[in-house]
């Protein structure tokens, strides 16, 4: 119900734009994340953005290159990641939750409910 896109190969400073398409629920209210993995580390957050107001928080590793939007229109979210470095590389995980979240929550993963598979992001040159 929730698939990612966009991940690949990029050059360190490079930029990517993942996408998360949601279908066969009514997402336009719910709270969107980003989560990634990188290799032999546990899942760490990335960004969220709500469904109503449209919030947006990020974690501070990444604040400053990274931005999150979303369609909901199009059951769409996006994440935008400027300036890539190779810690950047991950899989990254788009997320859904129907529960309030807000600053001092959104990071935390039980809260959400449906999870994408994951697209891959490697930054190397």
């Known amino acids: 119900q929730l698939v990612e896109s966009g991940g690949g190969l990029v050059q360190p400073g490079g930029s990517l734009r993942l996408s998360c398409a949601a279908s066969g629920l009514g997402l336009d209210y719910l709270a969107r994340g980003w989560f990634r993995r990188a290799p032999g580390k546990e899942r760490e957050r990335v960004s969220c953005?709500?469904?109503?107001?449209?919030?947006?928080y990020y974690a501070d590793s990444v604040k400053g290159r990274l931005t999150i939007s979303r369609d909901n229109a199009k059951n769409m979210v996006y994440l935008q990641i400027n300036s890539l470095k190779p810690e950047d590389t991950a899989v990254y995980y788009c997320a859904a939750s129907g529960r309030k979240v807000d600053d001092s929550n959104w990071y935390d993963q039980s809260l959400y409910d449906f999870w994408g598979q994951g697209t891959q992001v490697t930054v190397s040159s």
């Open positions: 953005i709500k469904g109503i107001g449209g919030t947006t």
